[in-house]
């Protein structure tokens, strides 16, 4: 068994993979001010909330895009496990061929995301993973990785724009009874799900298009849910694939 932790803008992602099976997925806050062990701490808790023992734990592997607390969050895992942990980056075998101008350049949350991907699900593929950004993964049918798109999360648009209309208050992100709004916080939750939702099926359109053909559509992150519900396109929904990768890519590097 072994812990894999993803760590994102808004939230860190706890989980542990024992062979193929994910036995729990738990969701922390990404705070940068925190210290080694308060890290330690927490993550201790949730351990001890699964009942999982230091014992029962072969290793642990860390994927980040919040440079300031990769490494006090790779010493805090470390002080509990008492083993290095592994931390994707340069040097780590991955098996993805990337496509693009500079490898290099390709978050590390996304070449997660892709090996999972191609482990698991057929290609060519498009693996779209929802959180503080939303992101789109192309991989080609020779299970390539040949580029994507970035845009702005859900909560990153409505937060823009309850700052920017001084008239428009804060919701709750989920969708109202109608399309059609009754109210203003019905329309805005209309808005925020549904032009979701579209842009979804339109870049999904557009860039099967590009690939001359179908392809297998993922959707995992945060807030997948929240709106592949209301997706008109076929998506799979995969919450666990960016801890799946990462014990992927734990194997791929065992000493």
């Given at each position: 068994m072994i812990l894999a932790i993803d760590i994102g803008n808004t939230n860190i992602v706890i989980g542990c993979i024992d062979g193929k099976d994910c036995l729990f997925v738990e969701r922390l806050s990404t705070v940068r001010?925190?210290?080694e062990l308060e890290y330690a701490i927490d993550i201790k808790n949730v351990l001890d909330i699964y009942h999982i023992k230091k014992a029962d734990?072969?290793?642990?592997?860390?994927?980040s895009v919040v440079p300031q607390i990769t490494t006090v969050a790779k010493l805090a895992v470390e002080k509990i496990l008492k083993k290095e942990v592994l931390v994707v980056g340069a040097g780590i075998k991955t098996g993805l061929n990337i496509r693009i101008d500079n490898p290099a350049q390709l978050g590390s949350d996304l070449v997660v995301d892709s090996v999972a991907a191609i482990a698991e699900y057929p290609a060519p593929l498009l693996i779209f993973d929802m959180g503080t950004a939303n992101t789109v993964c192309v991989?080609?049918?020779?299970?390539?990785y040949i580029g994507?798109?970035?845009?702005p999360?859900?909560?990153?648009?409505?937060?823009?724009?309850?700052?920017?209309a001084s008239q428009l208050g804060g919701i709750s992100l989920e969708a109202p009874e109608h399309i059609i709004g009754k109210n203003t916080a019905e329309c805005m939750k209309s808005g925020t799900i549904y032009s979701s939702a579209a842009a979804i099926d339109g870049i999904i359109d557009r860039l099967a298009e590009e690939l001359d053909g179908e392809a297998t559509v993922i959707a995992t992150g945060g807030l997948a849910n929240k709106v592949v519900p209301?997706?008109?396109r076929k998506i799979i929904l995969d919450d666990n694939l960016l801890l799946k990768g990462?014990?992927?890519?734990?194997?791929?590097?065992?000493?």
């Open positions: 001010t925190k210290t734990l072969d290793g642990g592997i860390i994927s991989i080609d049918k020779n299970k390539n994507g798109m970035i845009y999360g859900i909560g990153v648009s409505l937060d823009s724009l309850t700052a920017h209301y997706c008109r990462l014990a992927v890519i734990y194997r791929k590097n065992r000493k």
